[in-house]
Structure formats: C-alpha cells, structure tokens
C-alpha cells in the first residue's frame, strides 16, 4: 500500500468515525475489513468516474474520459494517466465505463485504483 493511499484511508476513518459512534471505539490498528463494512460515505464520493478511451499497456498508460475529481480538483476532460499497477491495464477494454482513484506524482497524474463501474 503507497503512503498516501494509506493516508487517505485514515482520514476516511476518521470521517466515519465522526459519524460513527462504533468506530470510536475501534482498537488500532485500522481494521480494514470492519472499514469496508462501514457505510461508504467517505470514500464512494472520493471515487471517479470515468470511460476508456485507449490502452497503452507498452507505456503503461491509460487515456481515460473522466468526470470531475474533487481530489485533485479537476473538472471533467479526456487525459492520459499513468498506472500504479499494469494489471490494471488488463482489466479494462476501450469503451468500458470505470470508477477510479487518481493522485499526482512529480507533475504527472497517475491512477491508484480502478475499477468496473457499477
Ligand atoms: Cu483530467
């Protein structure tokens, strides 16, 4: 798990337990199974959504056609992103509407998570 991603868990933690009487009580460290229970307010909003538009799985990029990200406060456009996992370069096929994570790392923008659209 990178650092930032991690970070950004606890701060959802942190949300749910605001809201959450249960998690306060909750003894470290992080139990990721009970968050993933959790209603997830914090983090489904956090989420992007997105279209592939190209696979390039040579540069480990990924062009995607997104909504706005709150997190980078970024308004919706088609850009190409990098890939934290090549795997996630084979789950996905042009046209496939998807859900996503993205941060910025040293000017470019890279995507951390993906996933199937519901
Ligand atoms: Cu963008």
Redesign the pocket.
Known sequence: MKPLDFSRRLLAAGLLAASCGAWSQAAAPVDHSAHHGAPAVASAAEMASGEVRRIDKAAGKLTLR?GE?KS?D??????VFQVSDPGFLDRVKVGDKVRFRADQQGGA?RVIELQAAP
């Open positions: 997104h990200i980078l970024m308004p919706p456009m088609t850009m923008y």
